[in-house]
């Protein structure tokens, strides 16, 4: 098992260039998270999944996009790239009902100059 | 905004003392969680503990709750060099939120051999 695996781990965008972040789990998980952490910061939600076909924002969801292709699958989408977008980004996922913790991936790096 | 804050930010100890962390919160829970962030990684689950519950142990870890006081402590007893990490606590409301986690910004936990 690979747990929870993000592609790329670094990329350096220019302002106003996409991107998607790809996010896959073999846990056979049904919920997904988009996470973005800042400096002396703790964790922040864009984006979740809470079963296969739905999305819905979380609390930091301008500037991003997110599809759900399956149930192992989880993209983030910059469609704009904004230098406030620089930050590292982390995929989770959570296992079945009653199952509380989160398994995370090893993050993105971005840097948008 | 962020859920939790968490205090201190940053604990400096020597090997074998105990260490301690706090995390306090804004609204009702339905669990809250502790996890770990060594350098440059993702974050791992350490423990969970519900909101009917007082205390839990796992290891070396004791986390308390006090959902009176909408406070949570981590104590890691005997510590080791190998615990220098980010601890970060997380709430989850349960009910219809899906699992969503609401992050405190983090200790940074160094521990001197």
């Known amino acids: 098992n690979a747990g929870v695996t993000q592609t790329p781990k670094f990329q350096v965008l220019k302002t106003g260039q996409s991107m998607t972040l790809q996010c896959a789990q073999d846990?056979?998980?049904?919920?997904m998270y988009w996470y973005r952490q800042d400096p002396g910061m703790g964790l922040r939600l864009i984006y979740y999944?809470?079963?296969?076909?739905?999305?819905d924002k979380g609390e930091v969801p301008n500037g991003y996009n997110v599809s759900r292709l399956n149930k192992r699958e989880f993209s983030l989408r910059l469609e704009s790239a904004a230098p406030s977008q620089t930050s590292v980004y982390f995929c989770?996922?959570?296992?079945?009902?009653?199952?509380?913790?989160?398994?995370f991936g090893p993050g993105t790096r971005l840097t948008v100059t | 905004s962020q859920q939790g804050e968490e205090d201190p930010q940053a604990l400096s100890i020597q090997e074998g003392e105990n260490a301690t962390m706090n995390c306090s919160y804004k609204?009702?829970?339905?669990?809250l969680q502790w996890y770990r962030q060594n350098s440059g990684r993702g974050l791992v689950h350490l423990i969970l503990?519900?909101?009917?519950?007082r205390e839990k142990h796992s290891g070396r870890l004791r986390v308390t709750l006090d959902t009176s006081k909408k406070s949570s402590s981590l104590l890691i007893t005997a510590s080791r060099a190998a615990d220098t990490a980010s601890y970060f606590c997380?709430?989850?409301?349960?009910?219809?939120?899906?699992?969503?986690?609401?992050f405190g910004q983090g200790t940074i936990l160094t521990v001197h051999p």
């Open positions: 609204t009702s829970i339905n669990n």
């Open positions: 503990i519900r909101s009917n519950e």
């Open positions: 846990m056979n998980h049904n919920s």
């Open positions: 999944s809470a079963s296969e076909g739905t999305t």
């Open positions: 997380a709430t989850d409301a349960g009910g219809t939120s899906y699992g969503k986690l609401t």
């Open positions: 989770a996922s959570r296992g079945q009902v009653g199952s509380y913790e989160q398994y």
